[in-house]
């Protein structure tokens, strides 16, 4: 692991490192990104409905194939909701 996936893990996606939201916050739903550009990301799901949960997210990062823009393609893992696999990259 480099350190760019340390500083990753357990933050929140979108949030900055250091910043009082980059940490899970008490009342708020999570999914746990694995694999890919995001790996050990958590993505806020707070106020998602099923049919958004079910879909997973297309998310916006620097970090995949396609640089700057690009998004990285997270679903739900079949067993464990609570876990969103990557699924690939689009520009």
Avoid: I, K, N
Avoid at 14 to 40: K, N
Avoid at 47 to 75: C, I, K, V
Wanted: glycine share 20%; charged share 25%; with cysteine.
């Amino acid at each position: 692991m480099d350190d760019d996936e340390v500083l990753l893990r357990g933050r929140v996606y979108g949030t900055d490192d250091g910043a009082p939201d980059s940490r899970p916050l008490p009342g708020r739903s999570y999914r746990e990104l694995v694999g890919g550009p995001l790996d050990g990301l958590l993505l806020d799901v707070t106020g998602w409905d099923a049919g958004q949960l079910s879909g997973g997210a297309a998310l916006m990062t620097e970090l995949g194939r396609y640089g700057g823009g690009g998004r990285a393609h997270y679903g739900p893992r079949a067993g464990d909701p609570r876990c969103w696999d990557w699924a690939g990259d689009t520009p």
